[in-house]
């Protein structure tokens, strides 16, 4: 699935560099902090890859060649917490705001949506031929305050940590023995794929 582009990354990250310790085996600070704190970001982003989810707040932006019907699925915006600008070019290149008025943020769904208002209508315009419309919004945990991940989301993010740590050059395999998809251990497959967000467009 095509992803939303990252205009603003989280300033949190799911799990602690303490907590990464302890799932590494690691006692106390030390010269491995700078290596696990990498492992940490990157066990965070393929988590959010595989599962199609924001953990914490995150501002991202999506594309589209032409206006929904109705509704947009916001990719990864789980939950949604806003719509920041929304956007359409013409073929002369002038950007033009849609109006706040004309549409709904659906901050309830997961993933969140982006609705037509009732009674209203997508503007009537001849497109730029590359990317039009714009949708800028933010999604994930809300920084502020500040509130934890869920704790299934946690332990994924120490597994994989902790599983870089002690396999930091990871074969890729796929059921076949041919290259391909990473192959995880800790029944983690089964982890991400229960917390997996399923799209319905």
Known sequence: MYQP??????LLEPVSLADARTACGIDSAGSQ???IATYIS?????????TRRTVHQTTYEWTLTAFPAES??????TPLISIDAFTYKDSAGVVT???AADYIADT???????????GMSW??????????????????????PVQEADGEIQQAVLLLTAHWYENPIVL???ERGMPGQVVLSYALEAMLSKLQVEYAF
């Open 5 to 10: 582009t990252i205009i603003t990354a989280p």
């Open 33 to 35: 902090d700078k290596l």
């Open 42 to 50: 990157a066990a965070r982003r393929y988590f959010e890859w595989r």
């Open 72 to 77: 947009c699925v916001l990719p990864r915006a």
């Open 97 to 99: 705001n849609v109006p």
């Open 108 to 118: 309830d769904s997961t993933p969140g949506r982006v609705w037509l208002a009732y």
């Open 123 to 144: 503007p009537s315009f001849t497109a730029y031929p590359s990317n039009p419309i714009r949708i800028r919004y933010t999604a994930g945990i809300a920084s502020s």
């Open 172 to 174: 890729l395999t796929s």
